[in-house]
C-alpha cells in the first residue's frame, strides 16, 4: 500500500484538529502526518490567556489543550520552532527551517494543510517596541505580560484597544489592582457592535472604574531614558503608562499562501469552498484564522478570528483528509464576551452590515431580564434585534447585559442559520422558570417588538 | 356602533392576556370585556410559588404581575371570587354565581374565551384532607402552607411526587430546615425525563439530603388524634411527616366545557385550530392551562401546563379577538427546572415518546462543562441527545448539570422547531469565550455524537 503524506503548516487549533481527526481516519500505515509548529506551544487557547493574565486561571499549562508530546504519541510527526519559509504548490513540497542548524529542508505533500493563523494588527508606531509594551497572541506574549505586571512598581495600564482582546484585558489588568485606561478608536467600545449597544459597555466600563478614551488615534509610545514605555500618545494627549498592551485585533496570517499564489479575499484571507478546500486547489486545505468563511447572513465573506471557528474547520478537513466527508457551511458571526460582569453578545448584521448589502431593516430594542423580575439578581440585559423589512427575516441580535444575557444570543444564531421571521420566533418554545427566565424569555420580548416594528415600516 | 361583549372565564395568564390584548386592540366603545374570577387572585405567577416559601421570594405580592384593580383601570371589568357555572353555547351566555349573595346571573356574549387553567391531581386518599397537607396551587395555598411552616415544631416534610413541582418543593422546604423525603412512584425522579437522566437528578437529590424513594404508591395519609397528619403510608413503608406537600402534578379543568359540549382530547382539554379558536365553535377560543398543544416532534396533540406557553396562548386569542390575527403553531415541549444549584432541561421527545408515535431513533450521552474546563466552576453537565434513524433529525435533547446547564435546551428547541438534523446542527455558530463555553459547546459535543451513531445504525 502507497503511504501518503499529509503536511500540515500551524500546530494550533485548526491544524492539530485536522492533523488528529485525520489520524483517527487513517492509520500511519495509510497516511503519514507531518505539522510545523514555529512556536513553542502546539494546541492551547489563546482566548483564555486574558483569564490566566487576570489570575481565573492558575497556570499556563491549563491553557494547552494536547501537548507536543501528546501529539507525537499519535503518530502525528510535530515539528516544534520549525517555520515553514515556502509553499512550492507546483512542486508539491514545502521548505522548512531547521531550528538548531538554521539550516532548510524540503518536504514533499501529497495532501497539504495551511492553518497558519493570523498575526496581531501592530501598527509602525514609534516606541511600539519598547519595554512593557505586550501582545497577547501567544503564551509566551502572557508569561511575558505577567512578569512585567510583577516587576512593575507603577500601577497605571493603558490598553490600545477596545474590542473583545481590548476589552477582556481591561478586566484582567483591573483584577491585578491596575489603574486603567482604554484608548478606542471608534466610537464606542465594541466595534463588533451598533454604537448604541456599545454605548452600554461604555457606561458599565465608567462603572467598573476603567477609563475609556473613544475616539482616540494613538501616535506614538513615548518612552523614558531606559527605552522603558512612560505614556501612549494621542493627537491630544498623552496617558502615562507603566504598562501597555496592545490589543488591536488580528489579521489572517498569509503571508505564505500568498506568495505561492493561493487565492485570497478582500480581508487578505484563504478562500475556500465548502469542505474547506482551497479553491482551485484540489489537494490543498485551509482553516482557522487564515481563512476568510462565508457568512450566511450577509452572503459575503468575511474574516471571523475564532477557536471554535478553528476547531470546526479541522474536523472538516481532518474529515475530508482521511476519506471521509463533511463540510463547513459558514458562520452567522456569533460572538460574546464580557468585561466584569458585564456580559456581550452579537450575532448576525450590525445596522452598517445590513446597510452595506443592500438590507433595508427595522430595530427593536427593549430591556429585560434574565430570571424573572420578582426572583433574586434578575440580571437586566438589553437585547436589540434587526429584521429585514416587509419578510421580517431576522438579521442580527445584540444583546448586553448582566449574569445569563450573552449565551441567550444562540437561541437567535440558531434562527439565523434557519432563516427565520421575527414572527416566527415569538412562537419559539424558549424553556421557562422563574431562576432562568422570565415568563416571556428577553429574545422573545424583542421578536414581539420587531415584528410590531416591521408592520409599522410597512 | 354596536358594542360587542367579549366575555373572559378565568382571570390568570391565558385569559387575562387574552383581555388586555383585545382591549389593545379595541377601545371599550367597541368591545365590552367581563372577566370572571373565581379565586382572590388574578395575573399571579403559580411558577413562583415554591420560591417564595423557599425564602427567595421575600413576599407574595411580588407574584402579582396585575392586580384586579389594575385590569379594571385598563376597563375590563373583571369580577374576583364570581365563579362560571354554566356556559350555554346555543344561548351564547355564561351563568355566575355571585360572591355576596349566592344568587346566580346570565351573562350574554358575543365571543367568550375559555381560560379555566388546571387543577392539582388530589386521589381519594385517606387522610388527604388533613390538617398539615398542602397543595401549592394558588396564593393562598402557599400562604396556608408558609403559616405551616412557621407554627410547625416538627421538621420532617414528605413531598408526595417528584415532577417540576415535587423536586422544587423540595429545594424550598430543605430551604426552610426541613429534613424532605421526596414519594415518587416512577422508576426515576422527574419522569419528564428518560429514566437514566432521572437517576442522575436523583443522585444529586440524595447529595443535598433530600430523601427520594422511587416506585412510592402513597395509600393514606395517617393522622394524630387531632386530625394532624402524622405520616404517610405507602404499601410497604410509613414515612413520618410533620408537613405534606401534594406534587402530583395537573389536569385541565374543563368540566364547564365537557358539561358545554366542547370538544376535548385524550388528555381532557379543550381542542383549538391554530388560532386557538376551539374546534367547531367561530366564537370561543380557550388557552393556558386547560387546553391540549400541538407537538411539533410528534404531531399529535400534549397537555403541557405552563405560564409561558399561556401567556402566548392570551396574546395570540387576545390577537383575533381584538381584530387582529395571530396563530399558536405549537410546542416543542422545552421545560427547565431546578434542584437546588442542579439545574434540569428538556425539549422534544423522551425516548418512550418517540417510541409511542413509531419514531426509530439513536441516542447519544455525554459529559461536557458549561465554561472552557480551565476557567473556575466549569459547570459540570450531561446532555443526552436523540435523533432519527436514516434522517437524522433531532427528536430531542434532555440537559442535567450545574450552571449553565438549563438554558442550553433552548438551542435544541429551535433546532427542533427548525427541522434540523444533527449534522446539521454540528455546524451551529453558537458564542464561544472561555467564561461561556468550552471551544465545542456541550450541545455541539452532543450533536457529534449523535452523528456518528445515526451512521453507525444505518
Known sequence: MTVERLVVIG?????????????????????????????????????GIP????????????????????????????????????????????????????????????????????????????????????????????????????????????????????????????????????????????????????????TAMDGLGITTVNGARVTAI???????????????AEYPADVVVLGMGVEPETALAREAGLPLGVYGGLLTDLSMRVRGHGNIWAGGDCVEVLDLVSGRERHVPLGTHANKHGQVIGANVGGGYGTFPGVVGTAVSKVCDLEIARTGLREKDAAAVGLRYVTAVIESTSRAGYYPEPGVMTVKMLAERRSGRLLGVQIVGREGAAKRVDVAAVALTAGMTVEQMTALDLGYAPPFSPVWDPVLVAARKAVAAVRAAD
Chains 1, 2 share one sequence.
Open 11 to 47: 500546530g494550533d487549533a485548526a491544524g492539530m484538529s485536522a492533523a488528529s481527526q485525520a489520524r483517527r481516519l487513517k492509520g500511519p500505515d495509510e497516511l503519514e502526518i507531518v505539522a510545523f509548529e514555529r512556536g513553542h506551544f502546539s494546541s492551547f487557547s489563546a482566548c
Open 222 to 236: 513615548r518612552t523614558d531614558a531606559d527605552g522603558r514605555v512612560r505614556a501612549v500618545a494621542t493627537g491630544d
Open 51 to 202: 483569564y490566566w493574565v487576570g489570575g481565573q486561571v492558575p497556570e499556563r499549562d491549563a491553557l494547552i489543550a494536547r501537548t507536543p508530546g501528546e501529539h507525537r504519541e499519535r503518530a502525528i510527526d510535530l515539528r516544534m520552532r520549525t517555520e515553514v519559509t515556502e509553499i512550492d504548490v507546483a512542486g508539491g513540497r514545502v521548505r522548512s527551517r531547521d531550528p538548531e542548524t538554521g539550516g532548510e529542508t524540503w518536504t514533499g505533500y501529497d495532501k497539504l494543510v495551511v492553518a497558519t493563523g493570523a498575526r496581531p494588527v501592530r501598527p509602525p508606531l514609534p516606541g511600539i517596541d519598547a519595554a512593557g509594551v505586550h501582545g497577547v497572541q501567544t503564551l509566551d506574549d502572557g508569561q511575558a505580560l505577567l512578569t512585567a505586571l510583577t516587576a512593575t512598581a507603577g500601577r497605571r495600564a493603558v490598553v490600545i484597544g477596545a474590542g473583545y482582546i481590548g476589552v477582556e484585558m481591561a478586566e484582567a489588568l483591573l483584577n491585578r489592582g491596575f489603574e486603567v485606561t482604554v484608548l478606542n478608536r471608534g466610537e464606542q467600545p465594541m466595534a463588533t457592535l451598533d454604537p448604541d449597544m456599545g454605548r452600554l459597555v461604555h
